[in-house]
């Protein structure tokens, strides 16, 4: 494949019209102009317990609840009379009365709603090759025949109800599928297969010798939380981040299999990450972790993130906010624990490389405490420079990180981790033409944070 074919397939996460002079694309006013059909209007919308809200993290927060099968919406604010989050109940119907949903999103909610609707009267689950509702006719036999995975792949396709991998084994009245990992499988991990485990006499080596973050066992009492932000459409068309899905997908997986719930927001506006910000921050949650991981992916610049709005109107959020609202003051239930944030952002439109020649918290018994500890960030790309991403497998920047940390963090401590990403771009990058080097920025760590998975 030419250079030029492998460019064809790559796109920068910088905010795009920068980049069209640079590359002297030819794109008419018409489609530059182009605006999508399922991007909400930039206004505030008050829920029916009064509470007020940007309506596109309205839209992403309902479509979160969706994603975890619920078909009953809450408000997310956080009531600071209360000091907990508000969770007043409506439903769809509520929804298209007092927001004005895009034609497309209501589509998509009332798709996903059915779905669900029917799944509680029969025996519906996702197929995993085809990703289409598929109906249980026995309800004794876990084996489960797909007719569009028989059409497409010219063979009877079936999966296991129970681990929904490809079935193995006997067909017919099968109680017990064939695949090895059917019985032992949990929910968290039933994904991530790729995720070495850590055994318990690593943990406890080096919880005796080293000075190290604590970590709270895996029990009920455990309640880690992480939030995806991933603008993957823009008001404009063109702005499409084609192949960010993909990212999404690796990162829930890789959360969840390190014992993370994980909400996920798409498409928010600068304004709707602040409220984003400002929620996540007051979860209850966080007093029952022992850390949390944030993730954004969208476009960038040298400002900060660009909202759904970027470009038609002001709309970047400052990597900046991220800070000030997880820090003490704002975040007291994180505080003394790590705060990891993945930033897949370009901060400008200039090229990673050169060519050289070879030679809030409350006063508690007088304790003060630093307003900004415990966190590490690492972002896709230095200052000034544009990060890469596929339209087809998704950013390198992420799918590398998530292999890193699959392979590797069963024993290395964060920063390890972190380095073993540099060092892949240091070192193995030049071979797919991947010419930019992720920063770590921010960090104040004072000890190893390791993420001991399955423990």
Same mark, same amino acid.
């Given at each position: 494949?030419?250079?030029?074919?492998?460019?064809?397939?790559?796109?920068?996460?910088?905010?795009?019209?920068?980049?069209?002079?640079?590359?002297?694309?030819?794109?008419?006013?018409?489609?530059?102009?182009?605006?999508?059909?399922?991007?909400?209007?930039?206004?505030?919308?008050?829920?029916?317990?009064?509470?007020?809200?940007?309506?596109?993290?309205?839209?992403?927060?309902?479509?979160?609840?969706?994603?975890?099968?619920?078909? &009953?919406?809450?408000?997310?604010?956080?009531?600071?009379?209360?000091?907990?989050?508000?969770?007043?109940?409506?439903?769809?119907?509520?929804?298209?009365?007092?927001?004005?949903?895009?034609?497309?999103?209501?589509?998509?909610?009332?798709?996903?709603?059915?779905?669900?609707?029917?799944?509680?009267?029969?025996?519906?689950?996702?197929?995993?090759?085809?990703?289409?509702?598929?109906?249980?006719?026995?309800?004794?036999?876990?084996?489960?025949?797909?007719?569009?995975?028989?059409?497409?792949?010219?063979? #009877?396709?079936?999966?296991?109800?129970?681990?929904?991998?490809?079935?193995?084994?006997?067909?017919?009245?099968?109680?017990?599928?064939?695949?090895?990992?059917?019985?032992?499988?949990?929910?968290?991990?039933?994904?991530?297969?790729?995720?070495?485990?850590?055994?318990?006499?690593?943990?406890?080596?080096?919880?005796? #010798?080293?000075?190290?973050?604590?970590?709270?066992?895996?029990?009920?009492?455990?309640?880690?939380?992480?939030?995806?932000?991933?603008?993957?459409?823009?008001?404009?068309?063109?702005?499409?981040?084609?192949?960010?899905?993909?990212?999404?997908?690796?990162?829930?997986?890789?959360?969840?299999?390190?014992?993370?719930?994980?909400?996920?927001?798409?498409?928010?506006?600068?304004?709707?990450?602040?409220?984003?910000?400002?929620?996540?921050?007051?979860?209850?949650?966080?007093?029952?972790?022992?850390?949390?991981?944030?993730?954004?992916?969208?476009? =960038?610049?040298?400002?900060?993130?660009?909202?759904?709005?970027?470009?038609?109107?002001?709309?970047?959020?400052?990597?900046? &906010?991220?800070?000030?609202?997880?820090?003490?003051?704002?975040?007291?239930?994180?505080?003394?624990?790590?705060?990891?944030?993945?930033?897949?952002?370009?901060?400008?439109?200039?090229?990673?490389?050169?060519?050289?020649?070879?030679?809030?918290?409350?006063?508690?018994?007088?304790? &003060?405490?630093?307003?900004?500890?415990?966190?590490?960030?690492?972002?896709?790309?230095?200052?000034?420079?544009?990060?890469?991403?596929?339209?087809? #497998? =998704?950013?390198?920047?992420?799918?590398?990180?998530?292999?890193?940390?699959?392979?590797?963090?069963?024993?290395?401590?964060?920063?390890?981790?972190?380095?073993?990403?540099?060092?892949?771009?240091?070192?193995?990058?030049?071979?797919?033409?991947?010419?930019?080097?992720?920063?770590?920025?921010?960090?104040?760590?004072?000890?190893?944070?390791?993420?001991?998975?399955?423990?």
């Amino acid at each position: 494949m030419s250079g030029l074919e492998e460019k064809d397939n790559c796109s920068e996460d910088a905010t795009p019209l920068s980049l069209l002079s640079l590359n002297k694309l030819r794109i008419s006013k018409l489609e530059r102009n182009e605006k999508s059909d399922d991007c909400p209007e930039r206004v505030e919308v008050v829920v029916p317990c009064g509470h007020k809200m940007p309506l596109d993290y309205l839209i992403a927060w309902c479509k979160c609840y969706l994603k975890q099968a619920k078909t &009953k919406f809450t408000c997310p604010t956080f009531d600071m009379e209360k000091k907990e989050a508000c969770s007043a109940k409506f439903s769809y119907k509520e929804l298209c009365q007092f927001a004005a949903l895009p034609p497309r999103i209501k589509e998509v909610f009332e798709e996903r709603l059915g779905a669900l609707t029917a799944a509680k009267f029969c025996e519906y689950k996702i197929c995993p090759g085809c990703q289409s509702y598929v109906e249980r006719d026995h309800k004794t036999n876990l084996c489960v025949h797909c007719t569009i995975c028989t059409a497409a792949k010219g063979r #009877t396709y079936e999966f296991c109800w129970n681990c929904r991998k490809e079935w193995k084994g006997q067909v017919h009245t099968a109680m017990c599928c064939g695949n090895s990992s059917c019985e032992k499988i949990e929910p968290s991990q039933a994904k991530c297969d790729s995720l070495k485990l850590c055994q318990p006499a690593f943990k406890t080596q080096k919880l005796n #010798t080293e000075q190290i973050y604590e970590t709270k066992a895996k029990s009920s009492d455990r309640k880690r939380l992480a939030m995806i932000i991933n603008n993957v459409k823009f008001r404009r068309k063109d702005f499409y981040r084609c192949g960010s899905e993909k990212d999404e997908e690796s990162m829930r997986i890789l959360l969840e299999g390190l014992g993370y719930h994980v909400i996920i927001l798409n498409n928010l506006s600068a304004e709707g990450m602040k409220a984003a910000f400002g929620n996540f921050s007051q979860c209850n949650e966080h007093r029952y972790s022992d850390s949390t991981f944030v993730v954004i992916m969208s476009h =960038g610049g040298p400002d900060g993130i660009c909202g759904i709005y970027a470009e038609d109107e002001e709309d970047i959020f400052p990597v900046e &906010k991220i800070f000030q609202y997880l820090d003490s003051e704002n975040c007291p239930g994180l505080i003394g624990k790590p705060k990891i944030i993945l930033i897949q952002a370009c901060r400008g439109d200039k090229k990673g490389y050169v060519w050289v020649h070879d030679s809030r918290i409350p006063k508690s018994n007088g304790i &003060k405490q630093h307003r900004e500890k415990d966190f590490a960030c690492l972002r896709s790309c230095t200052p000034d420079t544009v990060s890469n991403r596929n339209g087809m #497998t =998704g950013s390198v920047f992420i799918q590398i990180l998530v292999k890193i940390f699959s392979g590797h963090a069963h024993e290395d401590d964060i920063m390890e981790l972190f380095r073993k990403v540099l060092y892949w771009f240091e070192n193995e990058a030049e071979k797919v033409e991947c010419y930019q080097m992720p920063c770590l920025e921010r960090t104040t760590l004072s000890k190893k944070f390791y993420l001991f998975p399955g423990l």
